[in-house]
């Protein structure tokens, strides 16, 4: 599915950016093996995906860091790597990783970055820091800040100019649950004021919570991709229960193995208020298949003489296909 | 153009500042060359070199080692430092060009080493046949042209440096031959024979005969020792600042072979 694409409903006029067959490698190895996906203007696209993914990788090949491998790279229309210097006032970044002088007070840093910055004039100094929480610490140097701060300094230094596209590297790493909250605030408010947003995070709540369509990429690949809902759909219903036995119980008392429903194995987890039993139905499934593997599952348990405890059948989630998706290329 | 020196003053300007914040640093690069200056010429074995006193001959001379100290030494360190702190990541990653983040660095080792020039000067001008110097626009160019030598030496130096503790061994070879090749103390005819081929070869032997020529305003280049117009100084130092011209092309081509903007893993 390497050369899977993704396609954004709009044309390309309305396209801020477009990544077709995108291959990226450092020496032997092959960071990122032919994606291709597409960000609509006014739309927050987020890849997600676990280390070493290449979600990164893409993300500087977008903002113009490195060069482009094999494909076609485009932001606003423009190749980013050659044309840096037009695109560079039109784009915000949020690093996953970028120092600060550590001896300038956070004022100092954000009036260093308003003097650099093309049409942060207008953002006074007060303002920018007030967006992320930071009035109280204008006088502080960079390097007495926490983690979680420094975070939100940089937010503040990506959106100073207000870019009409935001590149935001796991915005959120390093904070704590209210400047997470406040932070997806301040992006949802710049995506409401016409700014696109490509996002990677690891955070599946900040993808599900922000994104108005993702992308999974593993091992340099996109493997499924469109809205959340969409996305999760693919993941099928789960039933699920908890036999209430120990796991040397339930592995003595079950020893040919948990029944297998609709040609399911059931994936089981040991944990110490019992044993954990979940079944993913196929994908796209229908409630019919859902009622019909809980009928055969209490015939079983009436069979054996178990109780089902906390018996359900509930949606699955993106976490379940983030999992899927890494299990099956695992 | 306007927006590349708008950033590069900027960025000057908070590099001084924070210099100005760290005061070891402070003392490495403005005042231990004006120290060493003034321990040379505690140590001067003759009352006069070239017909010169002593004293005023090797203060002349120090704008050549000073480089060392205030562009070299404190790029190096800085670009290392900043490098592996993803600082320069940073900078990157704004608006700011790569030359206005290399003309910011430039320009406030620039802005140093004018300060320290002036300081130079001022301690001249009170010593007893000390005075203003003879040709300040030649010494101007002479120090742009060192500046942009030593500043894209560092840049190189710091590609091939680890980080930014072993900067601080990494810069003494380019150190010491600045400090002992230089023509500080005596004329490059005094050196022994090895010391004067490798002198001949390192930029901050032009630097120092032009800066000593411009200010005292007498011919140290060639082998005469007279005295020159502002015009006979100028002909007289086209060769030598031919030369820097040329160390300028090689230092461009080795800080853009072996400059690294992301930090060095491994």
């Known amino acids: 599915m390497s050369g899977l694409l993704v396609e954004a409903p709009g044309s390309g006029q309305d396209l801020a950016i477009e990544v077709g067959g995108l291959h990226q490698r450092y020496g032997n190895f092959e960071a990122v093996r032919g994606i291709s996906f597409t960000v609509q203007r006014g739309e927050l696209f987020a890849l997600l995906g676990t280390n070493g993914a290449g979600k990164t990788t893409t993300m500087e090949v977008l903002e113009g860091f490195t060069r482009p491998g094999d494909g076609h790279v485009r932001v606003f229309g423009l190749d980013p790597w050659k044309d840096r210097r037009k695109i560079r006032p039109r784009i915000g970044i949020l690093h996953q990783d970028a120092g600060f002088l550590g001896d300038l007070t956070v004022q100092e840093t954000v009036t260093l970055w308003r003097g650099m910055s093309a049409d942060a004039g207008r953002a006074t100094i007060d303002n920018a820091l007030a967006l992320v929480g930071l009035e109280s610490k204008a006088k502080v140097k960079v390097r007495q800040l926490s983690g979680g701060q420094k975070r939100r300094l940089d937010l503040a230094l990506a959106v100073l100019s207000r870019p009409d596209l935001l590149f935001l590297d796991e915005p959120t790493t390093g904070m704590d649950p209210e400047a997470r909250f406040a932070t997806w605030k301040v992006i949802q408010d710049l995506k409401a004021q016409g700014a696109t947003v490509l996002l990677t995070t690891h955070y599946l709540e900040e993808a599900e919570r922000l994104a108005d369509r993702l992308a999974i990429m593993h091992e340099g690949s996109i493997h499924t991709y469109g809205t959340v809902d969409e996305v999760v759909s693919g993941a099928g219903d789960q039933v699920a229960f908890r036999l209430p036995m120990s796991a040397a119980q339930a592995k003595e008392r079950f020893a040919e193995g948990l029944p297998f429903v609709q040609g399911i194995a059931p994936i089981v987890t040991y944990t110490a208020g019992g044993t954990q039993v979940v079944y993913t139905l196929s994908e796209g499934s229908e409630a019919a298949r859902a009622q019909a593997a809980v009928r055969s599952l209490l015939a079983w348990a009436d069979g054996v003489g178990v109780t089902l405890e906390r018996l359900e059948i509930r949606r699955g989630t993106l976490e379940d296909v983030f999992m899927r998706v890494v299990g099956e290329v695992r | ?266």
């Open chain 2, 1 to 266: 153009m306007r927006t590349d020196v708008l950033h590069a003053v900027r960025l000057a300007r908070i590099d001084l500042t924070m210099l100005g914040r760290n005061q070891t640093a402070l003392f490495n690069v403005v005042l231990l060359p004006l120290l060493i200056g003034w321990m040379y010429t505690t140590l001067a074995p003759e009352q006069s070199i070239e017909g010169v006193p002593a004293d005023l001959f090797i203060l002349t001379g120090l704008s050549g080692m000073m480089l060392g100290f205030v562009v070299f030494v404190n790029l190096v360190n800085s670009f290392t430092a900043r490098r592996e702190e993803l600082v320069l990541k940073r900078l990157r990653g704004g608006q700011s060009s790569s030359v206005a983040i290399f003309g910011g660095a430039g320009l406030s080792a620039f802005a140093l080493y004018a300060f320290q020039t002036v300081l130079l000067s001022v301690w001249i001008s009170r010593l007893g046949d000390g005075g203003m110097p003879s040709n300040i626009p030649l010494m101007l160019l002479t120090g742009v042209l060192g500046v942009a030598v030593f500043a894209l030496i560092a840049a190189a130096f710091s590609g091939i440096t680890r980080n930014a503790e072993l900067a601080q061994i990494s810069v003494l070879p380019v150190l010491l031959v600045v400090i002992i090749g230089s023509p500080v103390m005596g004329p490059l005819s005094v050196f022994p024979e090895p010391l004067q081929i490798v002198s001949k070869l390192i930029p901050t032997t032009p630097v120092t005969e032009i800066m000593r020529t411009a200010y005292l305003g007498r011919d140290f280049i060639g082998d005469g020792g007279g005295t020159l117009t502002v015009a006979e100084q100028w002909i007289e130092a086209l060769p030598s600042l031919g030369v820097l011209v040329v160390w300028v092309g090689v230092a461009a081509l080795l800080a853009r072979w072996l400059f690294r903007w992301d930090p060095r893993h491994g």
